[in-house]
């Protein structure tokens, strides 16, 4: 009756991806260094290989909205840089210079460095028959519970946690820019008029994108 979240979309994806290649939330705005950073990682992948995959980290400050709180997946790295967990915290919001998120009804502090991951992943194609089997597993477990969704974020950690793949983290200094509440797509508008007019993107990036390919 409708998808079963970002999980589900990538498994439709794999079955014509033959490369390593990069997800994104088609609603958010990530700046050309975070796909700078993706792109060179990319490069020394082996498609044929589940490991090492990565992921870009904002930090943290750099994700919120100034209308409400949001959700956001705060990550745990090694001493290699590499991630070690994704928890979701949800109603993150700065007030006052404090960054909070609520859980069970309380208020609880994190850095404003955190890493953050926005599901922007470098992985390869050979991780298909993991997600294959994760989500009939997850079908077995939801499938008729059509509101349950299978999570991007849940398919990289049971790869970390059941299979040892590495996740290296990486950084970006952008500032994410996406409409979470309808007050923030006056703020999009502006990031990305002045990313225009200071010759970072073109006015009509579709059709340049046209004229390369």
């Known amino acids: 009756e409708k998808p079963w979240g970002t999980g589900h979309a990538l498994l439709v994806a794999l079955e014509k991806i033959k490369e390593p290649f990069a997800t994104i939330?088609?609603?958010?705005?990530?700046?050309?260094?975070?796909?700078?950073?993706?792109?060179e990682y990319l490069k020394k992948l082996n498609p044929n290989e589940i490991s090492p995959l990565?992921?870009?980290a904002f930090l943290l400050q750099n994700t919120l909205s100034e209308h409400g709180g949001v959700s956001r997946g705060i990550c745990q790295r090694g001493k290699d840089n590499s991630l070690q967990e994704i928890t979701e915290r949800h109603q993150i919001q700065n007030t006052n210079g404090r960054i909070t998120f609520t859980e069970n009804g309380q208020s609880f502090e994190l850095d404003k460095n955190s890493p953050a991951s926005m599901n922007l992943f470098g992985l390869t194609p050979a991780i298909q028959p993991f997600v294959k089997k994760m989500f009939r597993k997850f079908l077995d477990e939801h499938i008729r519970e059509p509101k349950s969704e299978f999570y991007l974020p849940s398919i990289v950690s049971e790869l970390i946690h059941k299979h040892s793949t590495q996740v290296k983290v990486l950084e970006t200094p952008e500032k994410w820019v996406g409409v979470t509440y309808r007050e923030d797509k006056a703020i999009a508008k502006q990031v990305l008029a002045s990313l225009i007019d200071k010759n970072i993107?073109?006015?009509?990036l579709w059709k340049t994108c046209q004229q390369h390919s």
């Open 54 to 56: 990565c992921m870009v």
């Open 201 to 204: 993107y073109p006015s009509n």
């Open 25 to 39: 939330n088609a609603d958010d705005f990530y700046g050309r260094k975070s796909f700078a950073v993706v792109s």
